[in-house]
């Protein structure tokens, strides 16, 4: 089976600094595939790669085994794949349903403004803005914020999400409510890449994990194997014994 | 045609039926003149707002669409013996498709960059003008008087041209009303947001823009066709006027920018303050001393301008005065 997203060899450097660097992994379908690392590893980098807001110095990006290497990020999103911004960008005059009427009118499936509105309804209420579909995007706390990041690329009716940490800032039981959002939006056979932080919850979202660091792939694997990896304790977690408390808690 | 059933497509049928009937009905010259120039602005402001409302895109040189539509008419009447009806809707076409290669080149820049750019275009077709002497050069082109036989003498066609320009002053507002309740003009509004978010969610904004600067550029360089036509007489400083450019962008500002009902109030209200200004002993002068200070004001105090502040108070009115 050819996986949904293949990155060959990816490199970008920004001046002398090489952000990221023969990056090769892939995104398979309907899966959660995890990209940690610490700051200033190059993961926002990557999804700039992907969604083509960067040109890559090097190497390749394939997606549904098309070549979207240097294509505009306008032609990407046409190809299914839809972005949730880590830096949350609304369209801050336009309600949240004329918002999420621009991922869906614009997305893969190129909807009518009339069926736009009807599939932007639909995803605004599946993140839970059911109660915000009037509000301009510019009066959301930072938690509707994120949602609706959510609910517009949810609306493009992609066949893979880019989420660049849709839960930093979040309150413990926002959290809650966001991961099980994410797992319900897998349910719908949407594969997900997703960058976080928050350690506890990625270990318990993703089927596999990538780690970054310095530009480079550190390790690849399934959640348990990666908090396990010596190379990722040293070089991300600094201390084993965070390791270990934290290989506890993904258990259980 | 869902549009039948909005208030607002009732309005405008309202406003050009009274400027159609207001000055028949008076039987006044002096009216007809005033509502003249009040259409050529609504028209200049309604496209502009287009580019400065929709797209956010400041366009400091609009006026070089009006000049080139009027060169363009008048050129195709006197020297290729076209009729007004052909030479017309030919210079708007030819605009547009001009505007649209003009607009893949500079709509690359933002913010000041491109309104620098769009002043440079103007200052360069002014200049290019200048020197081409099948246009006549910097003296022009005149029109002979016999031009108006068709039309059945010089009285009867200043009637037909008004018409005509408030015709163009009709589409040019359903035209701006057709393009916020489209797909197209979802997409201007996002570009004109948040650009780089736009692009992420699929907007295919170099296209778009570069479609809103062409589209812009139509029913102006048709009305610039109709006034020159019924001046009989085109020169490089008078088709070129920077100054009409700025007066465009008062009024989107006055009038509130994004909004079809500011453009059309904010180029009525301004005709009529220009008129009383020009007239005036103490303003005659420097009638374009008051614009500058009435933008300041604006911008300083009201963004939003006239339909931002009611729509502001009252935001049931968006949906009638959009």
């Known amino acids: 089976m050819t996986p949904l997203l293949e990155l060959v060899d990816l490199t970008k450097s920004f001046g002398g600094v090489k952000a990221v660097s023969g990056l090769s992994f892939a995104v398979n379908e309907r899966e959660i595939l995890g990209l940690i690392g610490p700051n200033g590893a190059g993961k926002s980098t990557v ?98 914020k994120k949602r609706l ?5 949810l609306a493009a009716g992609p066949v893979l999400m880019l989420l660049d940490e849709v839960l930093a800032g979040l309150n413990p039981t926002e959290v809650e409510r966001m991961t099980d959002v994410i797992r319900r939006i897998r349910g719908r056979g949407i594969a997900i890449l997703i960058i976080e932080h928050l350690m506890q919850a990625i270990m318990g979202l993703s089927d596999r994990i990538v780690v970054l660091n310095a530009g480079q792939k550190l390790a690849e694997g399934v959640p348990e194997a990666v ?15 965070a390791a270990e408390a934290l290989h506890r808690e993904a258990r259980t | 045609m869902t549009m039948l059933r909005r208030p607002f497509f009732w309005i405008i ?42 797209a956010g895109y400041i366009n400091f040189g609009s006026i070089v669409f009006f000049g080139l539509g009027g060169y363009v008419c008048v050129y195709l009447i006197n020297t290729q013996a076209w009729p007004l009806a052909l030479a017309a ?19 690359r820049l933002r913010g000041a960059y491109f309104a620098l750019a769009t002043i440079g275009v103007n200052e360069g077709v002014q200049a290019f003008v200048q020197n081409f002497s099948p246009w006549g050069g910097a003296s022009g082109l005149y029109l002979p008087v016999s031009i108006f036989q068709p039309l059945g003498g010089p009285m009867r066609a200043l009637w037909i041209v008004y018409f005509l320009l408030v015709g163009v002053m009709g589409l040019s507002l359903y035209l701006s009303y057709a393009i916020k309740v489209s797909k197209f003009g979802l997409g201007l509004a996002a570009i004109g947001q948040n650009e780089d978010a736009a692009a992420v969610l ?100 009201v963004p939003g301008g006239l339909m931002g502040w009611i729509h502001g108070r009252w935001p049931r009115l968006k949906r009638v005065f959009e």
Request: aromatic share 10%; with cysteine.
């Open chain 2, 202 to 301: 699929g907007v295919p904004t170099p296209r778009y823009k570069a479609l809103a600067y062409s589209v812009s550029a139509f029913l102006p360089a048709i009305s610039g066709g109709l006034y020159f036509f019924k001046s009989a007489f085109i020169q490089p400083t008078d088709a070129f006027d920077l100054g009409l450019s700025t007066e465009a962008m008062v009024i989107v500002m006055l009038g509130g920018q994004g909004t079809i009902t500011g453009a059309a109030i904010g180029a009525y209200l301004y005709e009529e303050l220009r008129g009383w200004l020009l007239t005036s002993d103490t303003f005659a002068n420097f009638q374009l001393v008051v614009s500058g200070a009435l933008l300041l004001i604006i911008v300083l105090f």
């Open chain 1, 149 to 153: 990041e959510l609910a517009r690329a």
């Open chain 2, 13 to 54: 049928a309202l406003v050009i039926a009274a400027f159609v009937v207001a000055p028949v009905v008076e039987n006044d010259v002096s009216m007809r003149e005033s509502l003249l120039l009040a259409a050529v602005y609504i028209t200049l402001a309604s496209n502009l707002n287009l580019m400065l409302g929709y």
């Open chain 2, 89 to 107: 809707p030919a210079a708007g076409i030819s605009v547009s498709l001009i505007a649209f290669v003009f607009g893949l080149g500079i709509l």
């Open chain 1, 227 to 241: 908090a396990n990896d010596p190379a990722v304790i040293v070089a991300y977690l600094g201390d084993p014994a």
């Open chain 1, 47 to 144: 999804f700039n790669l992907i969604s083509g807001v960067f040109r890559p110095d090097r190497g390749r990006v394939r997606f549904r085994g098309i070549d979207i290497t240097n294509q505009p990020p306008y032609r990407v999103a046409r190809h299914g794949l839809a972005r949730a911004h880590q830096i949350v960008q609304p369209l801050p005059l336009m309600s949240v349903l004329e918002n999420c009427m621009v991922g869906a009118c614009f997305g893969q499936e190129n909807l009518s403004l009339a069926r736009a509105r009807e599939a932007a309804r639909e995803s605004a209420v599946f993140v839970g803005l059911e109660e915000r579909l009037a509000t301009p995007a510019a009066q959301l706390t930072i938690a509707g």
